[in-house]
């Protein structure tokens, strides 16, 4: 099962920044929260990922609470294109790299 | 960026026959790749993992004598839906981890529709 917590679904206008919460409240010490995410009718692509810190780059941030149980994934200037399903997984890294997959949170970006 | 590709990217066929699926790393060595399956409005199925030379270890459910998975090179995988019937009929991507790689990031190919009529 997963161990992430998502939305179902967000809007966002286009040109604000899009945050996206994720819930992971049983992570443990070892495990990476990682984002991805699928436009329709296409491969997932990777977004970018985490242990403690904030991360950025250049298509993304992501903001890591202290007590690691919560995330959030930022797109700072949303664009149409970023309409997506968009996933966030916990791995550990001995887990084979397997990523196991929730629902994720549907993103509309509107004009 | 690291790119995987996936060939068909549609494929239609008729119930009883055989279907391969090719999945290539264009610019790294692939020593693992992940097959999943999604239907539609769900989340991405693992099926099964492959290690470059040696067999693939299926998720529970599986059937591995349906989808043979083959990796016999450190940038080409396939999968063989043999006997296909319509409840097979998916998108099925593939994922690629390079092998010389210190992080753990997955590049997906872009999908393989399957129908089977």
Known sequence: DAKTTQPTSMDCAEGRAANLPCNHSTISGNEYVYWYRQIHSQGPQYIIHGLKNNETNEMASLIITEDRKSSTLILPHATLRDTAVYYCIVRGADSNYQLIWGAGTKLIIKP | ?117
């Open chain 2, 1 to 117: 960026g690291a790119v995987v590709s996936q060939h068909p990217s549609r494929v239609i066929c008729k119930s009883g026959t055989s279907v391969k699926i090719e999945c290539r790393s264009l610019d790294f060595q692939a020593t693992t790749m992940f097959w999943y399956r999604q239907f539609p409005k769900q989340s991405l199925m693992l099926m099964a993992t492959s290690n470059e030379g040696s067999k693939a270890t299926y998720e529970q459910g599986v059937e591995k004598d349906k989808f043979l998975i083959n990796h016999a090179s450190l940038t080409l995988s396939t999968l063989t839906v043999t006997s296909a019937h319509p409840e097979d009929s998916s998108f099925y991507i593939c994922s690629a981890r390079d092998g010389r790689a210190s992080e753990y990031e997955q590049y997906f190919g872009p999908g393989t529709r399957l129908t089977v009529t």
